[in-house]
């Protein structure tokens, strides 16, 4: 659960923690339960690395900063996706959306229905938990 009084200043951490590593964050946002995050990663650094950078340096902040979240962790998996350039403007409105977005539809249902559109195969185990 990540708290809605301190979205904001996680989303900055994590660009933060992102441009520390070379990382280009261009949008962050999500909801009470996920997290999403548009950046463009330089050549040396696998998505899995940054991945790694990000997750950790968030958490240590969060249990350092918050109390209440001293037992927060991340799910251990992530979802990774390439876009083009013509998709920046789009997936930046999008991931700026999520709370809004998220009134109507879960994000298990979105990720279930992209994963579906994208005739990608998934394991009910790591979508639902």
Request: no cysteine; proline share 3%.
């Amino acid at each position: 659960m990540i708290f809605p009084e301190i979205h904001e200043r996680l989303w900055a951490y994590l660009g933060g923690i992102a441009r520390e590593n070379g990382v280009k964050a261009l949008a962050v946002g999500g909801t009470d339960d996920h997290v999403h995050m548009l950046a463009a990663l330089p050549s040396p650094l696998s998505v899995a690395k940054a991945i790694q950078l990000i997750k950790g340096g968030s958490s240590k902040w969060l249990h350092d900063t918050f109390p209440a979240m001293r037992t927060f962790a991340w799910q251990e998996g992530y979802g990774a996706f390439s876009i083009s350039v013509s998709g920046i403007a789009d997936t930046v409105a999008y991931i700026l959306g999520q709370e809004r977005h998220h009134r109507t539809r879960t994000f298990e249902q979105e990720f279930v229905a992209f994963l579906k559109k994208h005739d990608i195969g998934y394991d009910e185990r790591y979508v639902f938990g």
